[in-house]
Every structure is written in structure tokens, then in C-alpha cells.
């Protein structure tokens, strides 16, 4: 990826405040075309505020978000064709079918029928959702829910996936499901994927890493550049230094006076 690309998505000088507190203070960072990046920091950090704000759900007190190098309060609803959401909890109607519900969601972005059976069929290559289509959502369990609710957020064929936690409280292989899916979106379709997340095996995985803490991001890198920025190589003879090791050692360095 050449860093002389435009951003598939940027933040500039974002700040947002929930009251009297500030939230959110001067975010910036970048997505790369095609990249697929996790977005780290801990409880109370700011992430889904972050996501909320990229959403239009809440407007910045400052800064802009651009997409594709144009300002999205410019591009107006045009920006939401370009975008697509998966947030903590899942956007589906419980009791229709998944098929309804992904046509739904697709008519709400303008798509017809025609388009988005279109749309469904090819989905349905990547998603291993096809014997599930004439389910309930009800029906499903929450990985299935899960993967039904990221397919929604590409039925409209956006430009960049954004994902607040999407493995919360599923089991492994359920969360194994959703991250081959998004790595397969990556690999297949040049899918710009910001995904935020807890689990370091996770962030390992990602392209780039952005740590948001106390609503600043402190750093952006690769998941290696994390790992040389540690101070000693090997914590033990036996195990090399890790995701986890880093996240810690970053949240002590930022809390040390």
C-alpha cells in the first residue's frame, strides 16, 4: 500500500465532548486503501464515540472526517452510500427472515429488488449464510446473527466497513468465522475495514494498529512496529514479547506522570 494513495478514510483534529468532559481531543489517523486496521485502547477510551461520530450519529465540536480525500459533511448523503456500520449490537429485525432483512436493508440505501438480489447472491459467495436466508434472525445463533449483520452493512457495496467490536461475547469459532469473512472481504474486494477490538489476537491480524486512550490516539503502526517500540525484546528466555505486553506497556507509559 503506498502511503502516497488517498486515505480511504481520515480523521482531522476530531474533537467531541459528552458535557463537560472532552471525549474525544484533536483524533487524528488514517486508513489505508484496502487496508483492514484495529482500533485498541481500553474501557472508556473513546472507540464508539469515535465510530458514532465517522457514523453522523453525533457531529465533531471540531475537526473534519474525509473520505476518500472529501469532506463528508460536503458529500452529505453520499458519504453513507460509501460507508457501511456494524455496531455492538446487531441491526436486525429479529422476526423477519435474513433475506428480508438484507433486502431491506439494501432498499433503505436505494438498491431495487433486482440490484439487490444481485447484491445477495455475490454476498452470499463470501458469507456462508446461503442455507440460512430463509431463516428468522430469532432462529440464529450469535455468530450466525453476526455474520447476517455484516453481510446488512455491505449490501449497499461501501467503500469502507467499520465495526465496533463485532467478536464481543461470541465463542471461538464463531469469532473465527467473522475474521476469515473480513479477511476474505480484504483479500477478494480491496475492502477498507476499520474494526474496533479487545483481543489482541485479533489486532495481530490487522494491517495497522491506532491506540485511542483517554480520547487521543497515541499511535498508529503495524502490530511488529508495536512489538520494536518495547524496551527489552524478550520479557523471559522462553517467550517473546507480545500484542498484550505492548498494550500494557503503553497504557503505563501514557499514565506515568
Same mark, same amino acid.
Given at each position: 500500500m503506498s502511503c502516497n494513495l488517498v486515505p480511504a478514510l481520515a480523521c482531522h483534529n476530531l474533537h467531541f465532548s459528552w458535557g463537560p468532559k472532552a471525549t474525544l481531543e484533536a483524533v487524528e489517523f488514517n486508513l489505508p486503501p484496502g487496508s483492514l486496521v484495529g482500533l485498541l485502547g481500553p474501557n472508556g477510551a473513546g472507540k464508539t464515540t469515535l465510530i458514532s461520530?465517522?457514523?453522523?450519529?453525533?457531529?465533531?465540536?471540531?475537526?473534519?472526517?474525509?473520505?476518500?480525500?472529501?469532506?463528508?459533511?460536503?458529500?452529505?448523503?453520499?458519504?453513507?452510500?460509501?460507508?457501511?456500520?456494524?455496531?455492538q449490537s446487531v441491526s436486525l429485525d429479529r422476526f423477519m427472515r435474513v433475506r428480508d432483512n438484507l433486502h431491506f436493508a439494501a432498499?433503505?440505501?436505494?438498491?431495487?429488488?433486482?440490484?439487490?438480489?444481485?447484491?445477495?447472491?455475490?454476498?452470499?459467495?463470501?458469507?456462508?449464510?446461503?442455507?440460512?436466508?430463509?431463516?428468522?434472525v430469532a432462529g440464529l445463533s450469535g455468530g450466525q446473527q453476526r455474520l447476517v449483520d455484516i453481510a446488512r452493512a455491505l449490501m449497499h457495496n461501501p467503500a469502507v466497513l467499520i465495526l465496533d467490536e463485532p467478536t464481543n461475547a461470541l465463542d471461538v469459532p464463531s469469532s473465527q468465522a467473522v475474521w476469515n469473512t473480513l479477511k476474505a472481504l480484504q483479500f477478494d474486494s480491496g475492502l477498507t475495514i476499520l474494526v474496533a477490538?479487545?483481543?489482541?489476537?485479533?489486532?495481530?491480524?490487522?494491517?495497522?494498529?491506532?491506540?485511542?486512550?483517554?480520547?487521543? &490516539?497515541?499511535?498508529?503502526?503495524?502490530?511488529?512496529?508495536? #512489538? *520494536? @517500540?518495547?524496551?527489552? =525484546?524478550?520479557?523471559?528466555?522462553?517467550?517473546? &514479547?507480545?500484542?498484550?505486553?505492548?498494550?500494557?506497556?503503553? #497504557? *503505563? @507509559?501514557?499514565?506515568? =506522570?
Open positions: 461520530l465517522i457514523a453522523g450519529l453525533i457531529q465533531p465540536a471540531n475537526g473534519h472526517v474525509h473520505l476518500q480525500g472529501q469532506d463528508v459533511r460536503i458529500l452529505g448523503p453520499k458519504a453513507r452510500s460509501q460507508l457501511g456500520f456494524v455496531f432498499g433503505l440505501q436505494g438498491l431495487s429488488r433486482h440490484a439487490s438480489e444481485q447484491r445477495l447472491e455475490a454476498l452470499t459467495t463470501v458469507f456462508p449464510i446461503a442455507d440460512l436466508l430463509n431463516r428468522t477490538t479487545h483481543r489482541m489476537d485479533e489486532a495481530g491480524s490487522c494491517d495497522q494498529v491506532v491506540f485511542l486512550n483517554q480520547g487521543r &490516539v497515541h499511535w498508529q503502526g503495524t502490530p511488529q512496529e508495536a #512489538l *520494536d @517500540q518495547m524496551p527489552n =525484546p524478550e520479557l523471559t528466555s522462553t517467550r517473546a &514479547v507480545n500484542l498484550t505486553d505492548w498494550f500494557l506497556w503503553t #497504557l *503505563d @507509559q501514557r499514565q506515568t =506522570p
